[in-house]
């Protein structure tokens, strides 16, 4: 949670909201691994957040989808929600590349 | 017209939570049903947010309920803002943890969507606002702003159920707001397909330049409600729902009467006055003297020590206490002690339901005995003559609960067809004054008569009416050969009699003294006459006596006679013979 980073790198702080282990979550999360090893590799920070454990951050980023990809950092903030299936929309929506 | 049952079942019934919002939980009966969702539309600015808002502050405030209202259009700030007119201080009780504020921001152009997801994030959202201050009530304003931050309508549509479903499990109070939809729709996304168990609906519509808005409940289910459309006020006090129609006529009656102000006046009504918690009509022309009755009324209220509420639709307050000094009426000193309160509108300052709104309001507040409305002509100005009747109905009807008197005047244009028809009221009030200009001789003057005063006996007589110095005074008219004489002609007349009166004093005495005269000279003839018989009584009587004397005295002679021949002596003894 901390924001402690070394601004020197290009670095790619994510964050990944979900509730409990249901399949969409896993499924997210295994797909945004997958993104982040083949585009950003070394250069990424994934976060899970599980709001049933932490209700509390649910507000802070304005979540309401489950599961909802934040890209913190560089910003804008840009917010992805589903299950991240779809690969070319995620990084169009991550500006991993450009649309 | 529905007809509240007194007798409650015995059975339990749908409990319900009250909203706090005056008039809203009588039409409710009780309020919003508790634990299930509520759904109020409407179209833009018509109070959806208000009244919900409403509802969560006065369950924290009055019902020690907490709340937790979810904007998804406001941010907070805005809210607290936009409702610190109304007196609420979100701010102090957001500390007091007896409400939660909670802005949802949905921004498109931040969102992607890529596969599948649901809404559990609000749902975790909503269920640790709810339980952080163990909120009974929760608002959602409004919830149609997902569809415009998300395109997945399918998934949409199950969470929201899903999200209603939660709602009623979770056992809190809901409202949900949503935006009037195109056509018959109540709001743009269907919402009105997830809550089937209460749903109001708000308007705001404009008419001849003036709004009202308006409360209906559309459906509520397992409960009786009513169901017209009630107007509401939004002012400095939040929301007032008015329940006007309930039109039952088992109002409660005062043999108890209230006496004008004006001696004379009370003289005409059986010699007491009003009928407490009865209405009356004061009609007439411009300028016959309508206000300084119904001032004369207020200022007889207040030194009974009474409250009074005068309405004043034409004239500023301060017009008329300065008027009313004039004839000698004091309504300052009323004011100063908190006894009359002036309420002066235009009436085209907003509709009749919101001056209907506005008079309950004022009534409630102030709680007078006596109330005075002048005039109520003005109000055709803002509507019809049979809205301007109606809602003179439900005034009266409202009235004569809280056992309040009523004066209303009423201006007549013309006095021949205003006679009958003044705004249709004459026929609702109990009783009816009608001043009214007799012209005649050059000069106008008012007179007044009663019309009618229900129940109780009255005058028939027409009085002429006199505003001078020393205040309002009815007299007697004077009712001469040349019919009803009023003014200076009355005056004239009554000069003409004493006249007349003097003369025939005088010519009486005269009349009199010649009598007297006259019975002296006969009685003095009288006297002459008796001594005139007298004397010939005498006379007679002499010639009597002479005959007797003379009759005696021959009879003497003849024995001396007798007994000389018979030579007796004059002892001897008489022989007797005849």
Known sequence: MEIDEITEDKKWELRLYVAGKTPKSVTALANLKKYCEEHLKGQYRIEVIDLLVQPQLAEGDQILAI????????????????????????????????A | MSITKQNKPAYPTLPKTSTGIIGLDEITEGGLPTGRPTLICGEAGCGKTLMSIEFIVRGAIEFNEPGVFVAFE????????????????LKKLQEEKMLRVDHVHIDRSEIEETGEYDLEGLFIRLN?????????????DTLENLFAGLDNQAVLRTEIRRLFNWLKEKGVTAIITGEKGDGNSLTRQGLEEYVSDCVILLDHRVI??????????????????GTNEYPFLIDEDGISVLPV???????????????TGIPALDEMLGGKGFYKGGSTLVSGTAGTGKTSISAYFANEACNRGQRCVYFAMEESPNQIIRNMRSIGVDLKKHIDAGLLQFNATRPNMYGLEMHLVAIHKVIKKFKPAVVIMDPITNFINVGSVSEVKNMLVRLIDFLQDEQITVMFTALSLNTIVNEQTDEGVSSLVDSWLLVRDIEFNGERNRGLYVMKARGMKHSNQVREFVISDDGLNLIDVYLGPDGVLTGSARKQQILLEQTGAAIHTHSIGRKDREIARKRKVLEAKIASLNSEYESVEEELNKVYLEDELRKQILEKNREEITRIRRGETATAKPTGGK
Do not use: C, W
């Not at chain 2, 606002?129 to 608002?139: C, E, H, T």
């Open chain 1, 67 to 98: 599961p909802t990809l934040v890209r913190k950092v560089p910003e804008p903030i840009r917010k992805i929600i589903g299950d991240l299936s779809n690969e070319e929309k995620v990084l169009v929506g991550l500006n991993i590349r450009p």
């Open chain 2, 128 to 140: 640790y606002a709810i339980d952080s201050i163990g909120a009974k009530r929760i608002v959602l």
């Open chain 2, 245 to 259: 129609t309930s039109l039952k006529l088992a109002k409660q009656v005062s043999t108890e009467r209230v006496s």
């Open chain 2, 208 to 225: 001849n330049q003036i709004s009202t808005r308006r409360l209906r409940i559309i459906k509520y289910r397992g409960t009786v409600h």
């Open chain 2, 74 to 89: 406001e941010k907070s700030d805005e809210l607290a803002m936009n409702v610190a007119s109304l007196g609420f201080d």
